[in-house]
């Protein structure tokens, strides 16, 4: 737990802004549900920013190009399933007992303590282009030594230490593994500072991770109720700020027509916009 100087801080180290608590965080932890806004996004571009812009707004997510959305989320909820399965995948054509190692997570935005439970994967500071490829080692070797959940994490950042984007070490280890041929035995969690509203979680789903917990988002409901900016017991808050999470990213997923955040985990819908072609050849490959 953080003291109000130490969430201070690591707020202004991941570019939180008093938007974000006040439009974003705020309500999702009051009422359990995302802020109702148009369809049409008519953000500016986050390449035409002079301020620094979280990596998640490079990239806009893809749907179903049809004039009704293929699954109505809230009256279909019957037909979508939130549940993801982190470990070795194993043979999927084959019943073994091999196939059965794995974690069973009902919603895959974790509260701290569902990442107390699970536990640490992390990196020292350098160049991104090196720090990503010492991840991709670490991951290498934790392979070899058996492991089979990969936890990625951005705790440690101070005056010495800067975190990766999230979901740039997210998909670089992603395509690592498929390029070495071992994604379907590892399972990636992310434990990480940076995202907060549902299209940072989609990002990070969509481009691999099978679990996120966003402990400084967490923090800043706890950090609102001590400042009297949310009426709430802590706990409750938590759960509902997850819960409107869990419900936007089916909301988003069911405009694709996809059921199961499981087929949604890197499925990599998404366009970017202001990302030089080497990045997006070597860290988000195949992406628009």
């Known amino acids: 737990k953080y003291s109000p100087y130490e969430r201070a801080k690591m707020m202004k180290a991941f570019g939180y802004t008093y938007e974000?608590?006040?439009?974003?965080?705020?309500?999702?932890?009051l009422t359990g549900s995302e802020q109702p806004t148009a369809m049409g996004i008519d953000a500016p571009l986050a390449c035409l920013s002079d301020k620094h812009q979280p990596l998640f707004n490079y990239f806009k997510q893809h749907f179903a190009q049809v004039t009704n959305p293929p699954i109505d989320s809230i009256r279909e909820e019957v037909v979508t399933a939130t549940n993801v399965?982190?470990?070795?995948?194993?043979?999927?054509?084959?019943?073994?007992?091999?196939?059965?190692?794995?974690?069973?997570?009902?919603?895959?935005?974790?509260?701290?303590?569902?990442?107390?439970?699970?536990?640490?994967l992390c990196y020292k500071n350098?160049?991104?282009?090196?720090?990503?490829d010492q991840l991709c080692n670490s991951v290498?070797?934790?392979?070899?030594e058996g492991y089979n959940i990969i936890i990625l994490s951005d705790r440690g950042v101070d005056e010495n230490h800067v975190a990766i984007p999230s979901l740039l070490a997210v998909s670089a280890v992603a395509k690592h593994c498929v390029r070495?041929?071992?994604?379907?035995a590892l399972g990636l969690i992310l434990e990480t500072a940076e995202p907060r509203e549902v299209h940072h979680f989609a990002t990070l789903l969509g481009y691999g991770a099978?679990?996120?917990?966003?402990?400084l988002a967490l923090e800043s409901i706890?950090?609102?109720?001590e400042d009297g900016l949310l009426d709430k017991d802590y706990y409750a808050a938590e759960k509902d700020y997850t819960s409107a999470i869990l419900h936007g990213i089916v909301k988003i997923a069911?405009?694709?027509?996809?059921s199961t955040i499981q087929s949604y985990q890197g499925s990599q819908i998404f366009e970017a916009i202001g990302i030089s072609q080497e990045v997006i050849d070597h860290y988000f490959t195949g992406t628009i």
């Open 140 to 144: 290498d070797r934790a392979y070899q």
């Open 222 to 225: 706890q950090g609102m109720i």
């Open 180 to 184: 070495t041929k071992k994604r379907t």
């Open 210 to 215: 099978s679990a996120v917990n966003p402990y």
């Open 126 to 132: 350098t160049s991104f282009e090196k720090a990503l």
């Open 254 to 258: 069911s405009k694709m027509g996809v």
């Open 85 to 120: 399965y982190v470990g070795t995948d194993g043979n999927l054509l084959s019943e073994k007992e091999e196939n059965c190692h794995v974690l069973r997570i009902n919603n895959p935005i974790l509260t701290n303590i569902d990442m107390l439970k699970i536990r640490n």
């Open 20 to 29: 974000d608590l006040k439009l974003s965080i705020a309500p999702m932890a």
